[in-house]
């Protein structure tokens, strides 16, 4: 495993003339799960899509699992984005066996236990589209996680997720971060963080202001750097 | 991950979300079902005449129709934005062209065979030429139409207004294809002389627009 999971190195991403990251520069190892946490229009999201491959930065570099070319590390990435990545004329099975298909792990067998381990009953037959909003949350995750990757970036995957369902899927993903997966997580929720968060971080105006152990970051917000 | 195998399946799975919304099938069928009876009113040509300007109203309708097919190919990746799974997958973005060309392919094809029997009542069609040649034009230029319009349907996908934008783009980069399924039409049910050649011309024209749209489809799958 690579000593580093993420480094970033000066990553700056504008938007016309909005600056949605300002030279974020920062290590962070391996097998631990990090809380990002910051205003709304911080760049929370779009520090994980700069991540994920999804946005190029305008300056700077980002290295994922040693290597820099993000193309070659899709495989190890597991994304889930605000919007839930789901056909909604599909059942949640099609759905993670259609996504599967795509990391060449396309069983029946993993995508139920997938569905299993996120709280959501396999045979389920009515299409996504029809989900409430917390069941394709769920969903979501369990098509992020479907492919066993190392690095997982989430993007607010507590928001309209009911107390418990949420508190479920923060044990899973606190389950995942003990099996090596490093894990960063944005979110809103400072509580479904708490217990399962090794660091913090908090994004203001395009910048990291701070870092943190636990979720210590949002308390401190800008004011510590 | 094959590219092979994920084409298959990225096919699948939009000929099982085309079967449950029937929304490109509905909206073509109608939309050209409407072309062939406005122009069945508009004209009333002889036996000899429908024989010379079929060609040319057939796959004009069949052109129209195949870009509303075109731009909800693309419209069902950007709900929930599903493209973005796809993005940040190891999947190759070629299966990901190749499947949509051939979905495409295939609504299309169906659209012809359901239209083509109501243009040769409608116009009275019979061709004095070689008749098995038109499989060949129809082959040929229903994917001419489809590979293009596959591919400038994803150019312009973040594009505002992308339902104009996309004839704007299709239109006259496919007018060379449509002159000669024009023309070789036209030359069967005439029978004037071979299609031969315009066919030849079709054929060169989707090895090349093929290959391009191949290599450039990464580029444009990625683009922000």
């Known amino acids: 495993m690579a000593e580093t999971a993420v480094q970033l190195t000066k990553v700056s991403k504008l938007f016309g ?66 919007a839930p990545l789901l056909y909604d004329e599909l059942s949640g099975l099609e759905n993670l066996l ?14 139920a236990r997938a569905m299993d381990e996120v709280g959501l009953d396999p045979g389920l037959e009515r299409p996504a589209g029809q989900y409430s909003q917390g069941m394709r949350q769920r969903l979501s995750l369990a098509r992020a996680l479907l492919h ?7 993007d607010e995957p507590f928001s309209n997720v009911d107390v418990t369902s949420a508190r479920a899927m923060a044990r899973l993903l606190g389950a995942r971060r003990d099996r090596g997966l490093t894990i960063f997580l944005v979110t809103h929720q400072v509580a479904h963080a708490e217990g399962i968060a090794d660091e913090s971080l908090w994004l203001a105006a395009g910048r990291l202001a701070s870092r943190a152990p636990g979720t210590q970051a949002a308390r401190l917000g800008g004011g510590a750097a | 991950m094959s590219l092979l195998s994920v084409t ?26 409407l072309v062939v009876v406005i122009f069945s009113f508009s004209f009333e040509p002889s036996a000899e005449e429908s024989r010379r300007i079929a060609g ?16 909800q190919t693309w419209a069902r990746e950007l709900r929930n934005q599903v493209l973005d799974a796809y ?45 098995w040649q038109l499989l060949p034009v129809a082959l040929f230029g229903t994917w001419a139409l489809v590979v293009n319009g596959t591919f400038f349907a994803a150019v312009s996908l973040r594009t505002r207004s992308r339902e104009i934008m996309l004839p704007l783009l299709l239109f006259p980069i496919s007018v060379p294809a449509l002159i000669a399924m024009v023309r070789a039409t036209t030359l069967i049910l ?12 079709l054929a060169v024209y989707d090895i090349v627009f093929t290959t391009v749209c191949l290599l450039l489809f990464e580029t444009v799958l990625h683009a922000e």
């Open chain 1, 148 to 154: 066993d990757p190392k690095l997982l970036l989430l």
């Open chain 2, 56 to 71: 040319g109203l057939v796959w004009v309708a069949f052109l129209f129709a195949a870009v509303v097919a075109l731009n």
């Open chain 1, 98 to 111: 259609y996504f599967a298909g795509l990391y060449g792990a396309a069983e029946p067998a993993r995508c």
């Open chain 2, 8 to 33: 298959r399946s990225s096919l699948a799975k939009d000929l099982r979300l085309e079967w449950r919304s029937k929304d490109a099938l509905n909206a073509m069928l109608f939309f050209a079902l």
């Open chain 2, 190 to 201: 005439t029978g004037e002389d071979s299609a031969f050649l315009p066919l030849v011309f």
């Open chain 1, 17 to 82: 003339r909005f600056a949605a990251l300002r030279e974020v520069s920062a290590e962070f190892a391996p097998g631990r799960l990090y809380a990002v946490f910051g205003e709304n229009g911080a760049g929370k999201s779009t520090l994980l899509r700069v991540m994920a491959g999804l946005t190029h930065p305008t300056a700077g570099t980002v290295t994922l699992l040693g290597a820099s070319d993000l193309r070659a590390v899709t495989a190890q990435l597991g994304y889930m984005a605000h």
């Open chain 2, 87 to 131: 993005r940040v997958s190891p999947a190759p973005a070629d299966a990901l062209f190749l499947s949509k060309v051939l979905g495409n392919f295939l609504f299309v094809a169906v659209l012809e065979l359901l239209m083509t029997p109501l243009f040769i009542v409608f116009f009275d069609l019979r061709a004095l030429g070689a008749t």
